[in-house]
């Protein structure tokens, strides 16, 4: 199988894991980045109230996505783009946890997404002082990128897993994660993260 997989990176707009206001994806075809996109979400209502350290972190605020897609309008497009990829992002249990709680403040089902940590691949791959997305990234050969920026992010993921395949010799990401001892999840595995953002 060739290595196919989405990277995903979400933005919240406070510290509850449904409170989604950015995503980015980036879709990986045989080792190479084929297609990015991203767009701002207006985050469930409930789930709306801007904190001003996540504002800090990814420079968001409400007045920017006033005029977004809600979530409920823009899952179709999130999962159209993604197809039935396995998610890659960067600590995967926020991201997939940020997925299935924005469907539950919302009343709809999470769709059924498996999911790979880059975070957890960086750590068996790399040898590094952090392995936070930038240090991890530019160990990738992915330099300066606009981290919190979830196109970025979800491209500087992309850029670790194929790395980590390339070095590791397996092409797809079943095999990377059996490779590396790293299970292969899906949201409802996932354990439900603070949001930080």
Request: aromatic letters at 8%; a negative charge; proline letters at 5%.
């Amino acid at each position: 199988m060739p290595l196919d997989f989405t990277a995903i990176d979400f933005e919240t707009a406070n510290s509850s894991p449904a409170s989604a206001c950015s995503v980015g994806l980036v879709r990986v075809r045989s080792g190479r980045v084929v297609a990015q996109t991203g767009w701002l979400i207006r985050p469930p209502a409930g789930h709306d109230e801007f904190n001003e350290w996540n504002t800090k972190i990814h420079g968001i605020r409400a007045h920017d996505v006033a005029n977004a897609t809600t979530w409920t309008q823009q899952l179709d497009r999130l999962c159209g783009f993604a197809g039935a990829d396995v998610l890659v992002a960067h600590n995967a249990g926020f991201d997939m946890n940020v997925l299935r709680r924005a469907c539950e403040a919302t009343g709809i089902d999470a769709p059924p997404y498996r999911s790979l940590c880059s975070l957890a691949v960086a750590r068996k791959t790399y040898d590094l002082d952090s392995y936070r997305l930038p240090k991890a990234a530019a160990a990738a050969g992915f330099g300066d990128f606009s981290h919190h920026d979830a196109l970025a992010d979800a491209r500087a993921c992309a850029q670790i897993v194929i790395d980590a395949a390339f070095r590791a010799a397996v092409d797809d990401v079943d095999a990377l994660g059996s490779a590396l001892s790293i299970r292969l999840t899906d949201p409802m595995a996932s354990v439900p993260a603070r949001a930080v953002a």
